[in-house]
């Protein structure tokens, strides 16, 4: 069955940076896409990175464009989200997503907290 498993997340100051990872299993990686969304307290899940299959084609939600950076590995299986220049406002669970033969799938989150 489809897995994805996010990892990295944590508490960092403003201004900070982190790297999360995302572990994809029981499908064919290279063949898809896949997503990064975030979900904050009281408010929607929203997208915040895409990569293409091969990682040539990425877009990014106006909020974290220039701060943010996906990536993907498909030796390992894995997308990768590196976060720079954070703010509070990026504090949210993040989740790494992917639609594979028709459904969408989510791995269980990773907690982003972005405080002094």
């Known amino acids: 069955e489809v897995q994805l498993v996010e990892s990295g997340g944590g508490l960092v100051q403003p201004g900070g940076y982190l790297r999360l990872s995302c572990a994809a299993s029981?499908?064919?990686?290279?063949?898809?896409?896949m997503s990064w969304y975030r979900q904050a307290p009281g408010k929607e899940r929203d997208r915040v990175a895409q990569?293409?299959?091969?990682?040539?084609?990425?877009n990014y939600a106006d909020s974290v464009k220039h701060r943010f950076t996906i990536s993907r590995d498909n030796t390992k299986n894995t997308v990768y989200l590196q976060m720079n220049s954070l703010k509070p406002e990026d504090t949210a669970v993040y989740y790494c997503?992917?639609?594979?033969?028709?459904?969408?799938?989510w791995g269980q989150g990773t907690q982003v907290t972005v405080s002094s």
């Open positions: 997503g992917a639609w594979v033969e028709g459904y969408d799938y």
């Open positions: 029981g499908f064919t990686f290279s063949g898809y896409a």
């Open positions: 990569i293409s299959r091969a990682g040539g084609v990425t």
